[in-house]
């Protein structure tokens, strides 16, 4: 028996799982980088994002509740390793006037990609 084509829908769903899993591990990511961070400034900056990240949480929610989903997060490989190499630089790092810089660079990487996912669902739905 043939199996069924996989449509637009089937593909949101998935990639939806994929940007909630990651949400999640952001929000796991945060405290762990503001706590690193040696400038006020980017502390703060990680705390608001922290903030900002439960909203996203809640209106992937409501998302998966509009396509009569239940919310689940499939394992995000990209993020994973953003989120890798963020704790790899606060262990290299720590203690040097580079730390700063490099948690920044994480912080762009991971806000890039939320960029890309987003995007693509919203030209999708």
Same mark, same amino acid.
């Given at each position: /028996? ?11 769903? +998935?990639?939806?799982? +994929?940007? #909630?899993?990651?949400?999640?591990? &952001? ?5 762990? /980088? ?9 502390? %703060?900056?990680? !705390?608001?994002? #922290?903030?900002?990240? $439960?909203?996203? &949480? $809640? ?13 689940? *997060? ?8 953003? @989120? $890798?190499? *963020?704790?790899?630089? /606060?262990? !290299? ?7 700063? %810089? *490099? ?10 990609? !939320?960029?890309?996912? #987003?995007? @693509? ?5």
């Amino acid at each position: /028996m043939a199996k069924e084509a996989k449509k637009l829908d089937d593909l949101f769903h +998935d990639t939806l799982k +994929d940007i #909630y899993f990651a949400e999640k591990k &952001i929000l796991s990511t945060l405290p762990k /980088m503001a706590k690193a961070a040696h400038s006020e400034e980017l502390k %703060a900056a990680f !705390e608001k994002h #922290y903030g900002e990240t $439960e909203g996203q &949480i $809640e209106r992937l929610e409501e998302v998966f509740a509009l396509i009569e989903k239940k919310p689940q *997060g499939k394992t995000c490989a990209a993020i994973v390793g953003i @989120t $890798e190499e *963020g704790a790899e630089i /606060m262990t !290299e790092y720590k203690g040097t006037p580079a730390l700063d %810089a *490099g948690l920044l660079a994480a912080a762009q990487a991971v806000e890039h990609y !939320e960029i890309s996912r #987003y995007g @693509t669902r919203l030209t999708w739905a």
